[in-house]
């Protein structure tokens, strides 16, 4: 049988909330003034149920309104009846009105937290270490990908491959607690992992030789020439549109990046 959210909210809590009678400002305080792993469940367990208290309440006022076009609707499409589905809308209508001004209410209530609430919080214990890693983006000091080109990106070793997942990991747990994570700074950001720190060391070894050099693209057989084509431009337009380092600068060189079809051939 599927649990509701409430009955899974009780399991994880244990059926207990020792915080439930602090208040937000006490709530928020508690993990810097305990900064155990028990309570660190204590308080997330805490905010999961104020946050649920939330969006049941928002979830309300969801529903009202579709409901009350439901009601519209109805009395569009079946004109002759008017007088009876004027009636409904005007019920749906006052539920929603109903809806809505409970959910005002929560912001007087304790135990009821908004996204916005529980987000400000992160922010304010985590922006000044994302800004910092930020700063050292701008400065192309953030990844050893920043500096690469096409081949150094190849050739790189597994350590500097590792060393910029774990930085990027890091990053993007960062960007979501401040909500920074669909600004165009940390989008741009994702895009250079997409293009240079996540592909796996397997698919750049197809392109090396037992010494770990680049293989000259003419002695790759016809498929692997394809992709290999395929793989170079697309990084390289990356590269271009973002107007990332170039340890190469192919991507900046039209006498280079223009391949002739003859040549990927």
């Known amino acids: 049988m599927t649990k509701t959210l409430q009955e ?4 994880f809590a244990g059926h207990a909330r020792p915080l439930r009678t602090l208040t937000k400002e006490q709530l928020f305080i508690y993990p810097a003034a ?17 946050r649920a208290f939330h969006n049941a ?10 409901r009350l076009d439901e009601a519209h609707l109805k009395m569009v499409k079946n004109p002759d009846l008017h007088a009876p589905l004027e009636k409904q809308v005007n019920i749906r209508k006052r539920e929603l009105a ?11 209530n304790p135990q009821a937290l908004s996204h916005e609430e529980v987000q400000a919080d992160y922010r304010r214990k985590h922006l000044p270490e994302y800004e910092a890693m930020i700063a050292k983006w701008h400065a192309l000091d953030l990844f050893d990908a920043q500096r690469f080109g096409w081949v150094a990106f190849l050739t790189c070793d597994r350590d500097t491959r590792r060393s ?3 930085t990027f990991l890091a990053l993007q747990t960062l960007a979501a ?7 165009p700074t940390f989008l741009e950001i994702n895009a250079m992992n997409a293009y240079r720190i996540s592909p796996r060391g397997a698919m750049r070894r197809r392109f090396l ?12 057989d016809a498929d692997l020439k394809k992709i290999y084509w395929e793989a170079w431009r697309a990084y390289n337009t990356a590269t271009f549109t973002h107007k990332w380092p170039d340890d190469s600068g192919a991507a900046y060189d039209e006498r280079i990046f223009k ?7």
């Open 8 to 11: 899974s909210l009780n399991a």
């Open 57 to 66: 309440v928002a979830e309300a006022v969801t529903k009202a309104k579709e």
């Open 209 to 220: 030789n037992e010494e770990g050099d680049l293989i000259t693209p003419a002695a790759l």
């Open 34 to 50: 305990d900064p155990s792993q028990e309570a660190g469940f204590k308080f997330t367990r805490e905010v999961m149920h104020r």
């Open 164 to 166: 910029d997942q774990q």
């Open 98 to 108: 109903i809806a809505q001004g409970q959910l005002a209410d929560l912001a007087n």
């Open 259 to 265: 391949i002739t079809t003859h040549q990927e051939d």
């Open 177 to 183: 607690f401040c909500g920074e994570d669909r600004g």
